[in-house]
């Protein structure tokens, strides 16, 4: 019987964004060992509650089989964390999704995956602002990832298509959903395009308003960074803000007159310290010390023979704010340490050779969020840090 059934099983019994599930990810490795556990081998696991043990024991495994049937039939493919697919991605964020229903091929190579993100009720700043960022960073050769919702996230799709880019869309509902209505055409353009469509809902499952908050944690955590478009003050777009700063990606906001409701979260972020999106080039140069310099020329290049409304279409003499750091043969001196912040100091204290992300990082040093994503910058632009996949860091050797 193939693994997935398991991980559809675990997903039923457990819910949908269960932190007990990153334990069976990190501990057991398989939902299959921990389908053939008996009650007393479940309580010895340690983070098992007795009602989780309870659910365990008692859901069965043929609602998962049926799924799984169906998946085949509507050719889906169900990404587990066993498979080939599954984003690297996700190994690094809390609540780690178990099971996925892809349209598509998820996990494809590219420089860098960005999240775009808005409210629905966007107004035409707001529209033209969504496709000039998805314009330029899918024509650099970036992933474009949104939630496929009326207004902003459809004209971060159609930006992305526009210039036959990659674009994919998580659902909050289940795959043969059809929501938002008329949202047919658009998927289909996505998947014709080598796009991807993905949900961890089960098919049949309607979009209920929590699903939503659900589905956010995957867009950011997908992403190396998030762009908010368009929001105001208690809009889903900042819960997506959110879940990417818990999970040590950047967050970028677009600036708004001070009078305009719909632009009230982005300002409030951009005064909380996350970075200001005012070109698809100040977002690509945050990730230029990432790239070698053939890459970026190459970005440039394409983004600069873009038509985006509203943004120059070159911009003369654009070079990387930074190089990357060379590696250090001997670790600095104390008082080379002294140079740099106190937040800096601490988070170099807690790095060694093994990578460690953002929330072992905070968890070691007992930093906040925003002060951890400020020292880590501090350090790698000071070469003392060096970034690998998944956002995790470590002290260059």
């Known amino acids: 019987m193939t693994e997935a059934v398991y991980w ?190 993905a949900t961890e809902f089960p098919f049949d499952a309607p979009p209920k308003a929590h699903h939503f908050p659900l589905r956010n944690r995957l867009m950011s955590g997908i992403s190396d960074g998030t762009v908010v478009v368009q929001a105001p003050k208690r809009s889903g777009a900042l819960i997506t803000a959110q879940n990417a700063l818990d999970q040590g990606r950047d967050v970028f906001a677009v600036p708004g007159e001070i009078f305009d409701w719909t632009m009230a979260g982005c300002n409030w972020l951009i005064d909380q310290g996350c970075g200001v999106a005012v070109s698809c080039y100040g977002i690509l140069e945050s990730y230029f010390h990432r790239l070698p310099e053939d890459q970026i020329a190459e970005m440039i290049k394409r983004v600069e023979n873009v038509k985006s409304p509203g943004e120059p279409r070159a911009v003369p003499h654009i070079q990387p704010k930074y190089s990357e750091p060379q590696e250090t043969a001997n670790p600095p001196k104390e008082e080379e340490l002294q140079t740099i912040s106190e937040s800096a100091q601490k988070v170099y204290a807690v790095l060694g050779e093994k990578p460690l992300d953002c929330d072992a990082i905070m968890d070691h040093s007992g930093l906040g969020i925003a002060a951890v994503v400020a020292a880590l910058t501090e350090l790698e632009l000071n070469s003392r840090i060096a970034a690998e996949p998944g956002r995790r860091y470590r002290r260059k050797k």
């Not at 479940?42 to 989780?52: P, W």
């Not at 004209?155 to 990659?166: F, K, N, Q, T, W």
Request: glycine share 10%.
């Open 8 to 197: 559809i099983w675990l997903q039923q019994a457990l819910g949908i964004g269960s932190q007990k599930i990153d334990r069976v990810i990190e501990m057991e490795g398989q939902a299959k060992a921990l389908y053939e556990m008996e009650k007393e081998q479940l309580k010895q696991t340690g983070f098992l509650t007795s009602e989780d043990i309870r659910k365990l024991k008692t859901t069965s495994l043929d609602p998962a089989k049926r799924l799984l049937e169906r998946a085949k039939k509507l050719g889906c493919c169900v990404v587990t964390p066993d498979h080939s697919d599954y984003p690297d991605y996700f190994l690094h964020i809390h609540c780690k999704p178990c099971v996925l229903y892809v349209l598509g091929e998820l996990s494809v190579s590219c420089p860098l995956s960005i999240t775009v993100v808005g409210t629905r009720r966007c107004t035409q700043y707001g529209k033209k602002a969504a496709q000039m960022f998805s314009q330029g960073l899918a024509a650099a050769g970036c992933q474009v990832v949104s939630g496929l919702a009326r207004g902003i996230d459809q004209e971060a799709h159609e930006g992305a298509l526009s210039v036959h880019g990659r674009t994919v869309g998580f659902l909050a509902c289940g795959m043969n959903v059809s929501y938002p209505d008329g949202s047919g055409p658009l998927k289909r353009r996505i998947l014709n395009e080598g796009g991807a469509l």
